[in-house]
């Protein structure tokens, strides 16, 4: 399987649409070697601004010239970003404007470095903002895609969130993203997968081994979490009658929470979240953290036949 | 759209006692706005009420027919809570009825309690402390990307350089020399808690501001001369983004809210203070 990193493709394709889209200018905070986005800057050094460590100055920034006609693309860590949450809701979200939050590095699978730069909450915090729309691609290929649609097609504030890591490229070269629309990866009549991010590749392992445990597993990608896809997620409740959420991030206010809302209003199922709980991250290699943090492929496996356990439990008291 | 050629200095030759009667109007109007939302902040205002009414009828390239041409200067009110003088001015200006005034604060009215972008002639949303000047610094960075020449006006508080975001942006208005930017420092020297000085003490802002490599000039902001000249200076300094401090008081115009933290957000406590506050506005003449 073909392993990429879905942050240089976000730096590769922003510089290719950079070509055709003069309007584009790009903002990071001294971590452009590491968010990919020096390869825009070095194509287009006049379009490039590195704001320092001055994360508040940077979204302002942003702000400030988005209110001036551009599209402005601001990357850091997903970690430093929150820090400007106020600038990003007041100057970016309350105004509406053409700003686009890429961020790398979210998530445990930053690794060594370690629990201070391991942010699992973020996507609830990006969530809640009114206007803010909340992408986490499961891929390289789908990265580039959602970074051509946001180029082409909007005009309102984004948060895409990317990883350090490499993943294994899960979707077909001429995908395309659709906004507020999930990706069904593998169809299945028993039991549902919603994930997103690097969850994705480890829900595909799992169904694989539900089936040998002749438990038929859809596997569906939510990258669109903001907004959401309501029927999307109502109408695998209805066809597997259980669901398991997997994400790299908090089970609180993330992937899991929304399932959650989504089917409680419309279509309660049995269910199971997989992701951080309440704490926070810590050093040791990247994809090791997974199990450390019960977010493996087989705490996965375990979560689905816990959604059956529980099943037969709440049936023998009724 | 309007040519850029009709976006002139409408008015710039108005004299000093003109001015002064706008700036009369306009402190009236905060009074009324504030009192009849029975909330609101008059103090901060007032004291850059003077300043407003030069850059709005002496020198903005601005055209209230054509809100948004693209080659108007940009003005930030970046301490958002002073809404009561960005929307007085701009309502005698021409962007809007007077009369949209009055349910400034209420139900259905787009003139939020703080500076809101809704507003014809409004560029973009403020109320929280250390945002708007970060958003002048990307529009005074976008007209230089452009080659475009309009200026960027943006006026902060001196309780608002407590936010560190503040000097984030004085750092990046240096770096790229951003000599189209005007930051002008409202310093009325009292915050919503009291003196600056006690809350928060920041002495000799002057040369701690120009150490992070912008240009400052003092000046008192209730003399149209001096607010003239200091506008002036900033425009023909080439390289350097400008700092202009504007030494103000606090409630300026009305004797019981002058240097009184009380007023900072607060309307006239009574009837009697809100007659009081109209006859002395109302009483007030224009001196040399």
């Known amino acids: 399987m073909r392993i990429e990193s879905p942050r240089e493709s976000y730096g590769k394709k922003l510089a290719e649409l950079g070509e055709s889209h003069k309007d584009i200018v790009v903002l990071d905070a001294d971590l452009s070697s590491s968010t990919k986005t020096q390869v825009f800057g070095k194509k287009f050094p006049e379009r490039f601004f590195n704001m320092g460590i001055s994360e508040q100055s940077m979204v302002a920034t942003a702000a400030g010239m988005a209110l001036s006609g551009k599209k402005a693309f601001v990357s850091t860590f997903a970690v430093f970003l929150m820090r400007t949450y106020e600038q990003i809701r007041q100057s970016v979200c309350y105004n509406n404007i053409d700003v686009k939050f890429v961020v790398t590095h979210a998530g445990i699978t930053v690794g060594e470095d370690g629990a201070t730069h391991q942010i699992v909450e973020d996507v609830g915090i990006m969530s809640g903002l009114p206007n803010m729309k909340v992408i986490v691609p499961s891929d390289s290929i789908e990265t580039e895609s959602v970074i051509q649609y946001l180029v082409e097609k909007t005009k309102t504030p984004y948060y895409v969130r990317l990883s350090r890591e490499k993943f294994p490229v899960l979707n077909d070269d001429d995908y395309q993203f659709r906004e507020g629309q999930n990706v069904v990866m593998k169809d299945g009549t028993d039991l549902t997968i919603f994930c997103n991010g690097a969850m994705v590749d480890f829900s595909l392992k799992a169904a694989e081994k539900l089936k040998e445990l002749a438990i038929d597993t859809a596997v569906v990608n939510v990258s669109s979490i903001k907004p959401i896809d309501r029927k999307g997620i109502i109408d695998y409740a209805r066809k597997t009658g259980h669901i398991v959420t997997a994400e790299e991030h908090s089970i609180y206010n993330g992937l899991g929470s929304r399932v959650a809302e989504v089917t409680a209003e419309e279509y309660p199922v049995i269910m199971q979240r997989v992701g951080m709980r309440d704490s926070f991250g810590k050093s040791g290699k990247g994809w090791e953290l997974f199990d450390y943090f019960h977010m493996g492929v087989s705490d996965i496996v375990d979560a689905g036949l816990k959604v059956f356990r529980e099943e037969k439990k709440y049936e023998s008291i009724s | ?288």
């Open chain 2, 1 to 288: 759209m309007v040519d850029p050629q009709h976006l002139q200095h409408v008015e710039s030759d108005r004299s000093n006692e003109s001015l002064f009667n706008i700036a009369k109007q306009a402190r009236t109007l905060i009074i009324d706005m504030v009192w009849s939302a029975k909330s609101g902040h008059p103090g901060g205002s007032l004291s850059i009420i003077d300043v407003l009414t030069y850059l709005y009828f002496n020198e903005l390239h601005v055209d209230p027919s054509d809100p948004e041409n693209p080659s108007r200067d940009r003005f930030v009110m970046s301490k958002g809570h002073a809404s009561p003088a960005l929307y007085s001015i701009l309502s005698l200006r021409g962007f809007f009825p007077q009369e949209l005034l009055k349910d400034f604060r209420k139900i259905n009215s787009k003139l939020e309690g703080h500076v809101h972008r809704g507003v014809p002639g409004i560029e973009t949303s403020t109320g929280s402390l250390g945002q708007g000047i970060g958003i002048a610094v990307g529009m005074a960075l976008t007209a230089k990307l452009d080659k475009k020449d309009y200026r960027v006006f943006v006026v902060i508080g001196d309780g608002e350089i407590e936010e560190g975001s503040v000097w984030e942006s004085f750092m990046a208005a240096s770096k790229y020399a951003l000599d189209n930017l005007t930051i002008i420092l409202d310093l009325n020297k009292i915050q919503l808690d009291g003196f600056t000085k006690d809350v928060m003490p920041l002495p000799d802002i002057e040369s701690r501001v120009r150490s992070f490599g912008l240009n400052v000039r003092k000046f008192n902001g209730h003399n149209f001369d001096e607010i003239r000249n200091a506008i002036e200076f900033a425009k023909h300094e080439k390289g350097k983004p400008t700092l202009l401090i504007a030494d103000t008081v606090k409630g300026k115009g009305v004797s019981y809210m002058e240097n009184n933290p009380k007023y900072h957000g607060s309307p006239p406590a009574s009837q009697e203070e809100y007659d009081l506050a109209i006859k002395e506005i109302g009483a007030s003449k224009y001196e040399n």
